[in-house]
Nanobody, 120 residues
Framework: QVRLVESGGGLVQPGGSLRLSCATS????????MSWYRQAPGKERELVAT????????NYADSMKGRFTISRDNAKNTAYLQMNSLKPEDTAVYYC?????????????WGQGTQVTVSS
C-alpha cells in the first residue's frame, strides 16, 4: 500500500521557519521524482519545488527561490521542505507528490497535506 504522510506544518510568525517532512512507503522511493505543492484557500494547487530521484537539480517556483530548500533521504524514504523567511502569503496546505514512469506506466502519488499558517 502506497503511503505519503506529510508532517511538520503548523502556525508560525512571519519571518519564521518550518521544516516539512514526507514519509513514504509502499513504493521504491529512490526511483521517484519528489515534489512539494501547495494550495491556498480559493486558489489552484501550485508547484513549490521538485527534486530528482537521486537528489540532484532541485527546482523551485520563483517566489520560493532563496527561501525554500527541498531535499530527500533515500535511505529513509523521506522528502523534506525547509521553509525560511515565511510570509503570510505562504499560508496554504502543502502536499507531497511522488511520480515516476516505470515500464511505460505513469505512477503519481499524493499525500493528504499539512497545513502551514503564517500569521502574527
Amino acid at each position: 500500500q502506497v503511503r505519503l504522510v506529510e508532517s511538520g506544518g503548523g502556525l508560525v510568525q512571519p519571518g519564521g521557519s518550518l521544516r516539512l517532512s514526507c514519509a513514504t512507503s509502499g513504493f521504491t522511493f529512490s526511483s521517484y521524482v519528489m515534489s512539494w505543492y501547495r494550495q491556498a484557500p480559493g486558489k489552484e494547487r501550485e508547484l513549490v519545488a521538485t527534486i530528482t530521484s537521486i537528489g540532484s537539480v532541485p527546482n523551485y517556483a520563483d517566489s520560493m527561490k532563496g527561501r525554500f530548500t527541498i531535499s530527500r533521504d533515500n535511505a529513509k524514504n523521506t522528502a523534506y521542505l525547509q521553509m525560511n523567511s515565511l510570509k503570510p502569503e505562504d499560508t496554504a496546505v502543502y502536499y507531497c507528490n511522488a511520480r515516476a514512469t516505470i515500464m511505460w506506466t505513469k505512477h503519481d502519488y499524493w499525500g493528504q497535506g499539512t497545513q502551514v499558517t503564517v500569521s502574527s
